[in-house]
């Protein structure tokens, strides 16, 4: 049996630069809190814990002072920076360059508006911590819109700018540019802009074509995880031997019966040991069943 780990899966470029930062402090000995999971992978942010990672939510981060706090990929808005300000927090911000940018766009667009009939509206998931950092640049004022049904809440007879969530899918962006095309008054200007990472876009046809190689798939992905659930999907539509794994302990090997390959592969925030402790695993159990 050939088991093969998909090279194009672990960590974007973001997840890397925030725990190479996390893990630079944490070697210092320097006490390191972290706002909200580096990670969405539960075994990822248990090894930096081990570390010394400190893990708080936005209620803890208000009542800390004179402490250093990291700052995920995701992005935070204004306020976080503020907090940090009035209570001399030293702030590590790991904040993804490709997010930063578009917060900075995003947030020349609002101040420029030079009137109330212009409606700045982000296609991505609400709740999420990189769109509450992307409508914080709007003092909350832009519209979130996950799907095409979602588009209801936009006034079409108003000028729409329309920006994506970084690690949204390609396909339902262009869905949503045509739904508001189609619907929008001819007196109202559209203009939308693809913000989207190519880094994970290209990660899906990839992982489609990967997931076709190979008799059974198995993903590694925290739970947490929105950009892996939409990936798993991509390799569950193409084959549907594929099976969404938290860590090697929750392999079935009833799955590889009869099978001549499986393919290793995750999402953004899953990390390489990860799927090379599963691929050690399947050898171990194969090598034990000689």
């Avoid at 944490?26 to 580096?38: E, N, S, V």
């Avoid at 920076?81 to 997010?99: F, G, K, L």
Wanted: proline share 3%; charged share 25%; net charge negative.
């Amino acid at each position: 049996m050939t088991i093969e780990i998909d090279q194009g899966s672990g960590f974007c470029f973001g997840v890397t630069r925030a725990i190479n930062k996390a893990e630079e402090e944490l070697t210092q000995g320097c006490k390191l809190y972290c706002l909200g999971d580096i990670v969405h992978n539960g075994k990822e942010c248990d090894r930096l814990k081990k570390m010394g990672l400190i893990t708080i939510d936005h209620q803890d981060f208000e009542k800390l002072s004179d402490v250093k706090v990291l700052l995920r990929a995701h992005g935070e808005p204004p306020a976080t920076y503020d907090t940090a300000r009035q209570n001399r927090i030293e702030i590590i911000d790991a904040t993804c360059p490709v997010v930063l940018h578009l917060q900075e766009r995003i947030k020349k667009e609002f101040t420029s508006l030079e009137s109330q009939d212009k409606q700045i509206v982000i296609f991505g998931k609400k709740g999420h911590a990189e769109v509450l950092g992307l409508v914080g640049q709007t003092e909350g004022k832009a519209i979130v819109i996950e799907t095409p049904e979602d588009v209801s809440k936009v006034d079409f007879n108003k000028d729409i700018y329309l920006y994506s969530q970084t690690t949204k899918p390609l396909e339902g962006f262009r869905q949503i540019v045509e739904y508001i095309r189609t619907h929008i008054s001819p007196t109202a200007t559209f203009r939308y802009y693809d913000t989207i990472c190519r880094q994970v876009a290209n990660r899906m046809p990839h992982i489609r074509e990967f997931a076709s190689r190979h008799d059974v798939i198995l993903f590694v992905c925290g739970k947490k995880s929105s950009n892996g659930r939409v990936l798993f999907n991509e390799c569950k539509n193409v084959n549907p031997q594929s099976y969404m794994i938290d860590a090697a302990n929750e392999i079935d090997f009833n799955w590889l019966t009869g099978c001549n390959s499986v393919g290793i592969c995750g999402a953004t925030s899953t990390p390489k040991w990860l799927m090379e402790e599963c691929k050690v695993s399947i050898e171990q159990f194969l090598g034990s069943h000689e």
